[in-house]
């Protein structure tokens, strides 16, 4: 198959920061001897920087190429300048389409919006099957926030979006997303939706494990103190307060008998900073790269994810990166991942902001070593289950396979 991807948000390989979702979907289709065209924006969502000065391609293998197509950034992720920014991509984005062999089959990101809108058109007018993957429930995330008896009249002031995303879902051929709860909220905004399936944001679950357990035999560390650790953003949205806060208590209750591992970069690395000048068991190691990431996992008990309460995320990243690791999780965050951190025994789920739950959890784990020990071995059957990449990914690509076959006509507005 001739497959073409876009995400705006997704880094690609010559970001050198990992290999995320579509990096992993497009290096198991090269291996599958399928040819991969990755569309992008020049403009960096993460570092608020332009890659390159022009529309640029790089061959990132044989098979697999990178397109990244100029187009305006903005400073603040909340702000008119974004939503421009957005639909100035998607504007150029379909004219680097022209002139190009169709593909077989087109995978779009959702959000943004308006370059998923525009991509669906023009797979429908040009006969080629869209599959549109959900990372994010725009434009309801857009007013999440707004009290209950006002989200009427909020919808009402950004109908234009929710235009936009039932042309997409109606068009599209199939839809998938990083969450069931996400295919939910698809369903429930079309009830026409034609195919929707779930693949959850899947690791190189291999080489994840081979790199861990290379750590654990070369490196030493205290076995006598449960080790936990936060990687991430430390952005406002992530419940950094309550992580420190617990460091504090369990340092003042069972002083060396824990250690808390703080990595990332973000607003608020000076409140991570403050803590861990003052507490012996709280260190800060700032932004890391993937090498030195498995390393502290290798010497890691327990992974954090402390969110609060006003996103809309229903399952993270971090979820199968801590279990590939064979990490149990300390979750507030109140969704799907809760679920299924509670079924299959990978963790333990705490209020958004709750101090004395989170450190109850820690406390449950320095206590019964049997139990964490008998949770690090759930984790990794979980991993394997459903987190590991070549299964996930092979399966997705058996969707591209089916839904190539389709066609499609014209556009329902």
């Known amino acids: 198959m001739n497959i073409w991807t876009i995400s705006l948000f997704d880094p690609t390989p010559f970001d050198k920061v990992g290999d995320h979702r579509f990096i992993q979907i497009a290096k198991m289709a090269v291996e599958k001897e399928h040819r991969v065209i990755h569309f992008t924006s020049t403009f960096r969502h993460t570092s ?4 390159f000065s022009e529309s640029t391609s790089l061959k990132a293998g044989p098979d697999y190429t990178v397109e990244y197509v100029w187009s305006k950034g903005y400073k603040r992720n909340i702000s008119f300048e974004r939503f421009a920014a957005h639909s100035d991509f998607a504007e150029r984005l379909i004219e680097s389409f022209e002139g190009r062999e169709r593909p077989d089959v087109i995978f779009v990101s959702m959000p943004p919006l308006d370059s998923a809108e525009r991509v669906v058109r023009w797979g429908n007018i040009n006969g080629v099957p869209v599959i549109t993957d959900i990372i994010d429930p725009w434009p309801d995330s857009f007013i999440k926030d707004v009290p209950s008896f006002l989200k009427p009249a909020a919808r009402a002031v950004i109908w234009s979006y929710f235009k936009k995303l039932r042309t997409i879902l109606e068009n599209s051929a199939a839809v998938t997303s990083i969450s069931n709860g996400y295919l939910e909220w698809a369903k429930k905004n079309c009830k026409a939706l034609q195919r929707a399936v779930c693949f959850y944001p899947a690791l190189d679950l291999e080489a994840i494990q081979g790199v861990v357990q290379k750590c654990r035999k070369e490196e030493s560390r205290n076995s ?43 607003p608020q690395k000076e409140l991570v900073e403050r803590y861990a000048n003052k507490l012996e068991n709280l260190s800060y190691l700032g932004w890391i790269s993937d090498e030195e990431l498995l390393r502290q996992y290798s010497l890691s008990d327990v992974g954090l994810i402390q969110h609060k309460n006003n996103l809309t995320q229903t399952i993270t990243y971090k979820l199968f990166s801590y279990l590939s690791a064979g990490l149990p999780i300390l979750n507030s965050l109140q969704s799907e991942m809760a679920g299924i951190i509670r079924q299959h025994r990978v963790g333990l789920n705490n209020n958004n902001g709750d101090v004395a739950g989170l450190v109850k959890n820690i406390e449950r784990f320095m206590e019964d070593r049997e139990l964490l020990a008998c949770y ?31 066609s499609s006509i014209g556009v329902k507005s």
């Open 376 to 406: 690090k071995e759930n984790a990794l059957a979980l991993a394997r289950q459903q987190g590991d990449s070549r299964a996930v990914y092979s399966k997705m690509l058996e969707l591209f396979a089916d839904v190539a076959g389709q």
């Open 224 to 266: 006598d103190a449960l080790r936990t650790i936060y990687v991430g953003s430390l952005g406002s949205s992530y419940d950094l307060p309550t992580i420190v806060e617990a460091a504090e208590i369990m340092h003042q209750r069972h002083p060396g008998r824990t250690e808390f591992v703080v990595a990332g970069s973000g």
């Open 48 to 51: 608020k920087k332009q890659r």
